[in-house]
């Protein structure tokens, strides 16, 4: 895969209570510019491997007045950049008692 290339996974199953990581390889490095979720409750965290962040919050959209740290049915998707790398990337975490589906685009900045 060459820099540039989009880097997307439109299936994603997250079972109920798990964690999955959204990883690039060593050396690789993504710009992550969207992640939606099929429904539920499902937190978006940073990691670095030793680490992990709370949920992220995301700002208000239209008429909601509220951030969110959930990706959720009333918030199912954001639009963002955030970059990736082996050692700082992301994970989504199911709360809920069944599982989720997920599905993300990037696109590949570094190799």
Not at 20 to 40: K, T
Not at 85 to 110: D, F, R
């Amino acid at each position: 895969m060459a820099r540039g290339d989009s880097v997307t996974d439109s299936y994603v199953s997250i079972g109920s209570g798990a964690e999955v990581a959204i990883q690039p390889a060593s050396g690789d490095e993504w710009m992550m510019l969207f992640i939606g979720v099929s429904s539920g409750d499902v937190d978006l965290k940073g990691e670095d491997g030793s680490n992990e962040s709370g949920p992220i919050s995301f700002p208000p959209q239209g008429d909601d007045s509220s951030a969110h740290n959930q990706l959720d049915e009333g918030h199912p998707a954001d639009c963002f950049k955030l970059l990736l790398t082996n050692s700082q990337y992301v994970s989504l975490q199911e709360n809920a008692s069944a599982g989720e589906t997920a599905m993300y685009c990037a696109i590949k900045t570094k190799d």
